[in-house]
């Protein structure tokens, strides 16, 4: 089975662009969740998304704004951005969201320059 | 709040070794308390996750964590290390925020000698 799946792997942007990153859960999971992770740092909270709907959002700006589609993939957007907003964004799909059974996808690596 | 504490930036030890990496935690009610493992470039792997029940746990890979209410700790152990534990471990703790997220610590870096 195919686990939760990411892309781009990498990608490089310049300071005030915009970049979308996409997330695939595993197959039945309708809940996905998005983390930052900057260098040297712990994963931090960004979205999570079940049945399309935002289920809970952490402490980012606005320029940060997802969505979930029908079939459950979803898309994490970022705007006008930072040099800080280089990092690791990981998604985590799992079955509802209410059991912390989350599943973690490799990651898309942004760099901003 | 809810936050979580790694003390240790990076261990070394000898494969064959044991090993304990400290967590520390700060939540109000009865926390749920999880460790991942991530490899270089990699995601995060679930090693063992504490809801409730029996304070030691036993997870993937031969590790296993105790959860002490009256420290706030979830240590995490393993008697024996192979040169493939070498990693970035992560302590977290599931809280209410609107949604079941997780919170980290800064992670513990493994390097594991020969």
């Known amino acids: 089975d195919a686990g939760v799946t990411q892309s781009p792997t990498h990608l490089i942007k310049t300071r005030g662009q915009h970049v979308t990153l996409r997330c695939s859960p595993i197959?039945?999971?309708?809940?996905v969740s998005w983390y930052q992770q900057v260098l040297g740092q712990g994963p931090q909270f960004i979205f999570q998304?079940?049945?399309?709907?935002?289920?809970g959002r952490g402490n980012f700006p606005d320029r940060f704004s997802a969505r979930q589609f029908p079939n459950y993939s979803s898309e994490l957007n970022v705007n006008a951005l930072l040099l800080g907003d280089s990092a690791l964004y990981l998604c985590?799909?799992?079955?509802?969201?209410?059991?912390?059974?989350?599943?973690f996808g490799s990651g898309t690596r942004l760099t901003v320059v | 709040a809810q936050s979580v504490t790694q003390p240790d930036i990076h261990i070394t030890v000898s494969e064959g070794a044991s090993l304990e990496l400290r967590c520390n935690y700060s939540?109000?009610?009865?926390?749920?308390l999880f460790w991942y493992v991530q490899s270089p470039g990699q995601g995060l792997q679930l090693l063992l996750k504490?809801?409730?029940?029996?304070?030691l746990v036993q997870g993937i890979k031969g590790f296993e964590a105790e959860f002490k209410r009256s420290q706030s700790s979830f240590n995490l152990r393993k008697p024996s290390v192979h040169w493939s534990d070498a990693a970035e471990y992560f302590c977290?703790?599931?809280?209410?925020?609107?949604?079941?997220?997780?919170?980290f610590g800064t992670g513990t870096r493994l390097t594991v000698i020969p």
């Open positions: 985590a799909s799992s079955l509802q969201g209410t059991d912390y059974g989350y599943t």
């Open positions: 197959s039945g999971h309708k809940s």
């Open positions: 998304y079940y049945e399309k709907e935002e289920r």
């Open positions: 939540y109000g009610a009865t926390p749920y």
């Open positions: 504490y809801f409730s029940g029996d304070t």
């Open positions: 977290a703790v599931g809280a209410w925020a609107g949604a079941n997220n997780l919170f």
